[in-house]
């Protein structure tokens, strides 16, 4: 039976085709959306899309961060974390942001469900401001006091003079399977995972 993976489209994507398919050439470009030979029929598409096709058995498995399956938490199987796409995910803000207890701070993100559980873990009362990328810019305008997002080189919190006040999680890539694919396709899977590269 063909089994059909949805890969990440951004950073994760290209290192995820290595991963698994290695020595086949990266077949994507900028506008191909799916790759099809006789074992394999792959979809390429944003990360957090990723679950959505897994979880619907449009695709019987795929590949997204630990930070996006944590924030979604979607009724799929997490088969196997997998040893790239390590990043942090922080609350990042500007040098002098006192972070003083009792005081309400606007955070934003593109993670509202895992900044919310963190700061309310920690005794903080926040105001989330939903984002759907570039958040950095936030706190240097005045939208947010802080972020919560991804940190992976800190290129990009370097860039913007702000710093990493706390890290949340440690994030990697993670093969998922939708549960019913998971049975059905089991050999299929199996031999997937055989063939996952072992070394970076
Ligand atoms: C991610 C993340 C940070 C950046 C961190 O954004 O949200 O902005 O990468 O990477 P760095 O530490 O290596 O600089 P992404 O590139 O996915 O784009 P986005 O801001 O549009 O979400």
């Not at 991963?19 to 077949?27: A, I, N, Q, S, V």
């Not at 996006?68 to 979607?74: F, H, M, S």
């Amino acid at each position: 039976m063909t089994l059909t993976v949805a890969l990440p489209k951004g950073r994760l994507g290209k290192t995820s085709w290595e991963y698994l398919f290695d020595p086949m050439p990266y077949p994507f470009d900028d506008r191909k959306l799916t790759f099809e030979n006789d074992a394999y029929k792959v979809l390429w598409v944003k990360p957090s899309d990723v679950l959505t096709y897994v979880e619907a058995g449009i695709a019987d498995c795929g590949i997204t961060g630990l930070d996006t399956l944590n924030e979604l938490n979607p009724q799929v199987y997490r088969i196997k974390a997998l040893p790239y796409g390590m990043c942090q995910l922080v609350v990042a803000g500007p040098k002098k942001v006192s972070e003083s207890a009792g005081a309400t701070l606007k955070v934003a993100t593109k993670y509202p469900n895992l900044a919310r559980k963190y700061f309310k873990e920690n005794g903080q009362k926040i105001q989330l401001i939903p984002l759907q990328g570039s958040v950095e810019l936030a706190p240097i305008v005045g939208l947010s006091d802080v972020i919560v997002d991804i940190v992976e080189t800190g290129s990009t919190l370097k860039a913007n003079d702000l710093e990493v006040k706390k890290t949340i999680m440690t994030s990697h890539a993670m093969m998922v399977a939708n549960p019913a694919k998971h049975r059905l396709k089991f050999n299929e899977i199996q031999t997937l995972l055989e063939n996952i590269r072992k070394e970076p």
